[in-house]
């Protein structure tokens, strides 16, 4: 596997820190468990928050501090992600989906498929499984908020160049795509997205109302 899209470095200091939402944290971790470059970035990252941390004074604890903690560390919203690398789960799926509901596979225009991926804790970001057969053409389309997109299987082309197994796409709503997929293989990615999509084309304003991403 030939990884040559990443998150950005904002994006993994982010992630190091877990300062992302949850369905974000989720894409994020997948690519890292992928890449073994991100992976050692993050690492780099941890260990300068490490470093500053031992450089702060130590302050006494507020009454219920560490019982407030605890609570969250026990709670379901609690990121526990494993990082060492491309394990799978059932169907082929990374490791890092274990724990999370997925919903029923349903098809949209006939040669793609969504499976939602139910989140912890409540989130304006959604997190799904998206399949399209290889040749398919999706619709030029921006985002309302940011899409972070990462290829499990197969690939896909845009204006930004090709992005297959173990790539990263990260686009916000000063993008705008005309993904299509390559040919040979199902194309299958994991996707956060925040926001609803903004179809381009005449064709694609008047199905809009039909189709929820």
């Known amino acids: 596997m030939t990884i040559r899209h990443h998150p950005s470095d904002a994006t993994l200091a982010q992630f190091a820190a877990g300062t992302l939402d949850e369905g974000s944290a989720l894409v ?11 992976r050692q970035t993050v690492g780099r990252f941890e260990a300068v928050g490490g470093a500053l941390l031992d450089r702060l004074e130590p302050a006494p604890l507020s009454t219920g501090a560490r019982e407030a903690a605890m609570t969250r560390l026990d709670g379901e919203g609690a990121r526990a992600i494993d990082l060492g690398g491309a394990d799978v789960v059932a169907e082929g799926l990374p490791q890092t989906l274990a724990g999370h509901r997925l919903g029923r596979w349903r098809g949209i225009g006939g040669r793609v498929a969504l499976c939602s991926v139910e989140l912890r804790s409540p989130s304006d970001v959604r997190v799904f499984l998206l399949k399209a057969k290889p040749g398919t053409q999706l619709p030029r389309h921006r985002h309302q908020g940011r899409e972070w997109t990462c290829v499990l299987q197969g690939a896909f082309t845009h204006a930004g160049g090709t992005y297959g197994a173990g790539d990263f796409d990260e686009a916000d709503e000063t993008d705008e795509h005309h993904p299509s997929v390559d040919p040979g293989e199902t194309c299958i990615c994991l996707v956060a997205m925040q926001g609803q999509i903004e179809l381009q084309s005449f064709l694609g304003r008047l199905i809009q109302p039909l189709i929820r991403l």
């Open 28 to 38: 994020v971790a997948t690519h890292v468990g992928l890449c073994a470059a991100c």
